[in-house]
């Protein structure tokens, strides 16, 4: 077997030109920070004022999803609702949610490797890192003694996700000539951060084709994306502010204190007194709940009492600008004060924004370079029609009231349109299709009995003995003549429909548009 190549190492001339530019980009970057926040010439700083981190990093991204419950949140429902329900792999007309005769080997080996290697937990561990760095990646456990080499075809033992501290860039590609130019050549990965004792042989450097590296919200970079939480940074911080200090300013303000007077002619003892000292006891003892009494003698003590704490309006505030900020719909955010679900206004759109990410950024960012990988490493066999396509199941499905509802409103309109005759307008089945109700197994007349078509109107209509009302045998001869089709038609509602008022709806038309059975003049 061929010994596989090293990945060529960048010059010194190289690597100072390269971080002559990283350092100038980041002296732009720094530049422009210094002016965020400043108004009136720079006179006025309120990133200062306010506390603001005016180089936040990924340190201070991690501290909040780690500490802060809204940070956790808004890092946690994008990844969440993109991966709860797994897209199914589709080739050709084979499906990986129904491994039936139809399946291929490509969605059967793809069924077996997603559960083996808990592929649907490793992405949404991806995708939830980038709420707080700038990429991640995920390392393919592939066989290899040496990771710094290329990946080879051996197969796939497991899956690890790294974000970009864990995971940092070592090199990048210099070769203009293809297409990964500009991205990593290799990473320093640390594989045991969170464990002691795992040794890596050949160190931590890791081969550009060992790993999927992702980012999200990128602007002039292949590289580096922008943290969900960098968006709501600041609304955060205030967020600790408004519920920290009113925490705080409840506590001191549900016991306001106590205030002690010298009575008339008296005065307060020394503090470093014998008396001084008996008064801090005897307060202390009261305060701290020791004891429900004091001891105290010419002093009159007057308690300040409760005063109120109103935050909400404040906290309102901050809520309606996080969650726009990051486009979640309030109460799919927060929930409302009495419980209820998001609206199904909210719902749709929520919807079609995380449609749109699965489409922009799940595919073509963690999903499909995966699988693609599988395939061109042989883990996986490729698909019978020559390429694959993934179908996602919306996030919010209707409840079934909802669903009941809906074929309510879609059953009136369909009898406003008809007059009160519906079934003209939608088949039975189409409606029970509305509620995911399985369709009945009746075949419209005309196709199971063509030629009884026919007869059986003539027993309809045929003139009854005696009966001086009924039309004549040739009248019947003639209107099946002429109006054949549009029978057809009427007598298949007939026998489809089940429900007797139906029935009669449909005879009352014939009768009403054919004359049938009214007096001739």
């Known amino acids: 077997m061929p010994t596989k190549k090293q990945a060529p190492k960048m010059s010194q001339q190289e690597q100072r030109a390269l971080q002559i530019f990283q350092n100038a980009a980041a002296l732009s970057r720094s530049i422009l920070a210094n002016r965020l926040g400043t108004q009136f010439g720079g006179q006025r700083d309120l990133y200062e004022t306010f506390g603001y981190p005016r180089y936040p990093g990924y340190q201070d991204y991690r501290n909040l999803y780690d500490r802060q419950g809204l940070a956790t949140r808004a890092v946690e429902i994008f990844a969440d609702d993109t991966w709860n329900v797994p897209p199914v792999l589709i080739d050709g007309e084979a499906r990986s949610d129904k491994l039936d005769d139809k399946a291929t080997k490509f969605v059967k080996e793809w069924s077996t490797l997603a559960k083996r290697l808990s592929v649907w937990q490793i992405l949404r561990q991806a995708d939830v ?8 990646v ?75 590296h992702a980012s999200e919200n990128r602007l002039g970079s ?89 935050i909400r309006d404040i906290y309102d505030v901050l809520q309606d600008d996080l969650t726009a900020s990051i486009g979640v719909p309030k109460r799919r955010f927060f929930g409302s004060e009495v419980g209820e679900l998001a609206s199904s206004q909210d719902m749709r759109t929520w919807n079609g924004k995380i449609q749109s990410r699965r489409t922009n950024f799940a595919e073509p ?67 029970r299709r509305l509620i995911h109700l399985a369709p009945r197994d009746v075949q419209p007349v005309v196709d199971q009995q063509p030629d009884q078509t026919d007869q059986i109107l003539k027993d309809l209509f045929m003139p009854k003995p005696k009966d ?11 209107m099946l003549t002429q109006n054949r089709e549009d029978l057809r038609v009427m007598l298949n509602e007939l026998v489809q429909s089940e429900d007797p008022m139906a029935q009669r709806s449909v005879l009352k038309r014939m009768v009403d548009f054919f004359g049938i059975g009214k007096e001739r003049k």
């Open 129 to 136: 890192m980038l709420g707080f760095s700038r990429y991640s």
């Open 138 to 212: 995920v390392f393919m456990g592939a066989p290899g003694e040496d990771f710094t080499l290329p990946a080879g075809n051996d197969g796939l033992f497991y899956l690890s996700a790294f974000d970009e501290q864990q995971a940092t860039i070592t090199d990048l590609i210099q070769d203009t000539r293809i297409e990964k130019f500009g991205m990593p050549a290799s990473y320093t990965i640390a594989f045991n951060s969170q464990d002691a004792g795992l040794e890596i042989k050949g160190g931590n450097t890791v081969h550009h084709t060992r790993v999927i």
């Open 222 to 310: 292949r590289i580096f994306g922008r943290p969900r939480l960098q968006t709501i940074l600041n609304r955060l911080f205030d967020a600790e502010k408004v519920t920290g200090g009113g925490a705080e300013a409840a506590w001191l303000a549900v016991y306001g204190g106590l205030l002690l007077l010298a009575r008339e002619g008296a005065e307060l003892p020394a503090k470093d007194s014998p008396e001084g000292k008996r008064l801090d006891e005897q307060i202390e003892a009261y305060t701290h709940r020791i004891q429900r009494y004091a001891a105290l003698t010419d002093v009159d003590v007057q308690d300040i009492g409760v005063k109120e704490v109103r």
């Open 365 to 431: 960012e963690l999903l499909k370079p995966f699988v693609d990988w599988c395939i061109a490493h042989k883990v996986i066999s490729p698909p019978e029609s020559k390429d694959y396509s993934m179908e996602w199941t919306p996030v919010y499905t209707m409840t079934q009231i909802e669903e009941a509802q809906y074929a309510e409103s879609v059953a009136r309109g369909a009898s406003a349109v008809t007059g009160g005759t519906p079934e003209t307008a939608i088949d039975v089945n189409e409606w």
């Open 468 to 478: 001086p009302q009924a039309v004549t045998k040739q009248d019947v001869e003639a």
